[in-house]
């Protein structure tokens, strides 16, 4: 048997380039970069959602979801980011934020959707005594 030697070479079955080969390859490079750029995501945002997922659930407490400002400080570098994001939020309507009466600085964010069945289950818990909103929400917390 007798080995092919090395100067021999097989035909080559790639197809030659052409010039506009390499402008499909610019287009899809810059559909690439395009969607890279339109693709970002909020951390603010991803990091209340996280944390709405871990809100315990129990049986015998119907209170909604809420996070507390100083934990999300906590989960998110940027504080300046987050105040930013909470005030354009609260100007979306996604979120209601509450002062809280515990003698600290802090805040309860809810979602709006969390925030209106609160609302709602205070209603139907009131049974329409009395109608007011502060003796609705008052109850909220008991």
Not at 19 to 43: A, K, Q, V, W, Y
Not at 51 to 61: A, C
Not at 91 to 98: A, E, G, W, Y
Request: net charge neutral.
């Amino acid at each position: 048997m007798t080995e092919p030697s090395s100067s021999y070479s097989l035909p080559s079955k790639k197809r030659q380039r052409s010039p506009d080969d390499n402008e499909h390859s610019l287009d899809r490079g810059r559909i690439c970069l395009s969607l890279d750029d339109n693709l970002t995501f909020n951390d603010t945002m991803i990091a209340l959602q996280l944390m709405r997922t871990q809100f315990p659930k129990l049986d015998k407490v119907l209170a909604q979801p809420f996070i507390l400002q100083s934990q999300l400080y906590s989960s998110v570098k940027d504080r300046t980011q987050v105040d930013r994001d909470l005030e354009s939020f609260k100007k979306d309507k996604v979120l209601r934020i509450f002062k809280l009466s515990s003698g600290q600085d802090d805040h309860a964010i809810m979602f709006m959707d969390d925030y209106l069945k609160q609302v709602s289950f205070a209603i139907k818990r009131s049974g329409g005594k009395d109608c007011s909103p502060m003796a609705i929400l008052g109850t909220w917390w008991e």
